[in-house]
């Protein structure tokens, strides 16, 4: 069996490091190739972890010389699927539907608030991707609740498959002590609680409410600090807004960061506040340094969260169930232990990466299989 996968090769954070697992699962049991359309980090990390990966490269979104190329790769190496991975690898996909063979993609995230940050971009990519994933043979969820969502909209609910991100938990990770990645940023956390968020600075990852959350931690307890790790557009707003609340003392704004590892490692508590989540690695890459997470109520994370046994559901904007979390947690330095410790064996048992490519290549099958019938 022999598939491409398509992805632009801009991607940080989740999307990223969902290909790096499955690319590496995959690896010695399936043919796959990785084709990405502009030269980033994404495809040095992706290269030197010798994944199959190659660059076509666009001028912009809409420089589409690529096709013909992409046309004679899968006429010349015979793939049996292709497999996408994102808005502008969807929309390519589209201009390749001459092709016959199956097209496949990944829905990684709500396609309607992908592009929040600027209103044209919004128009223009998200109608786009709107019209693209139409076209697709089938679809793989990341989440029920995205399996849910893309019926809802008129997808056959046949053509979704549904699997869950899954991490490495036997891979070697490298991070820093906390002291040095705190001094990295010249943070003084002695003697304090560290509680952390990590995602692109952008609406729908909610950071308003870890922002005043910790406002209202603040206003009791000073020996706490809160980190932000994580660029995007709304940095500028959310850096005023915490100047406005006079919390610049105790919350930081980190930036990227490259090593992610030494991020959770340098936490106590882990936070995400999204509006709309699939199954995000922040949680699984935490869970494996062994930190308890607060999340609020989206995507599929209430089928790793257990409320108060490895870590906290919150409602959607809830800041105060929110800071009312940490302070529980804050009191009770065992409790954070404990609740890493549970998070860690969560993952361990249910969310492996082995687990996620065995399901990529039983899905594979099934679909090849459903293409012959048709035959």
């Known amino acids: 069996m022999k598939v491409l996968h398509l992805i632009s090769g801009g991607d940080r954070g989740g999307a990223k490091t969902h290909i790096k697992s ?41 420089d589409m010389s690529i096709i013909s190329r992409l046309r004679d790769e899968i006429s010349e190496n015979n793939y049996d699927i292709i497999h996408c991975h994102g808005a502008r690898a969807n929309f390519i996909a589209m201009l390749l539907k001459g092709v016959k063979k199956p097209f496949v993609t990944t829905i990684h995230s709500d396609y309607k608030l992908d592009f929040t940050d600027k209103t044209y971009k919004k128009i223009i990519f998200t109608n786009l991707n709107k019209l693209a994933l139409k076209g697709f043979n089938y679809y793989i969820a ?9 019926v809802e909209r008129g997808f056959r609910a ?48 909610k950071h308003d409410t870890f922002i005043k959350a910790a406002a209202r931690v603040l206003q009791l307890r000073r020996d706490v600090v809160f980190l932000i790790a994580g660029e995007g557009p709304e940095e500028k707003r959310l850096t005023s807004m915490v100047q406005e609340l006079g919390i ?23 936070v995400l506040t999204s509006v709309s ?46 800071s009312d979390k940490i302070l529980a947690l804050l009191d009770n330095q065992e409790k954070i232990i404990y609740m890493g410790e549970n998070l860690y064996k ?13 399901e990529h290549i039983r899905i594979y099958t099934e679909i090849l299989n459903n293409m012959e019938d048709k035959e």
Do not use: W
């Open 158 to 205: 046949d053509k979704i498959y549904v699997v869950y991100n899954g991490i490495d938990m036997d891979k070697e990770i490298e991070f820093i002590p906390r002291d040095e990645f705190l001094n990295r940023y010249s943070i003084d956390g002695k003697d304090r609680t560290i509680v952390g968020i990590m995602g692109r600075l952008d609406l729908v990852k």
């Open 248 to 270: 610049g003392g105790n919350i930081h704004f980190l930036g990227f960061i490259g090593d992610a590892y030494s991020f959770f490692n340098a936490i106590d508590i882990n």
């Open 22 to 62: 499955l690319m590496k699962g995959l690896e010695g049991r399936i043919y796959t190739k990785l084709i990405c359309f502009t030269r980033d980090n994404f495809y040095d990390e992706l290269k030197n972890q010798g994944i199959r990966i190659q660059v076509f490269q666009q001028k912009n979104r809409f």
């Open 346 to 358: 969560g993952v361990e048992e249910n969310f492996s990466a082995k687990s996620m490519a065995e």
């Open 142 to 150: 990341i989440s029920d609740t995205f399996k849910d969502m893309l």
């Open 277 to 322: 989540e699939s199954f995000p690695y922040v949680i699984l890459e935490g869970a494996r340094m062994k930190k308890p997470i607060i999340s609020t109520r989206v995507g599929g994370i209430t089928r790793l969260i257990r409320d108060d046994y490895n870590g906290y559901i919150i409602d959607v904007d809830d800041e105060k169930g929110l």
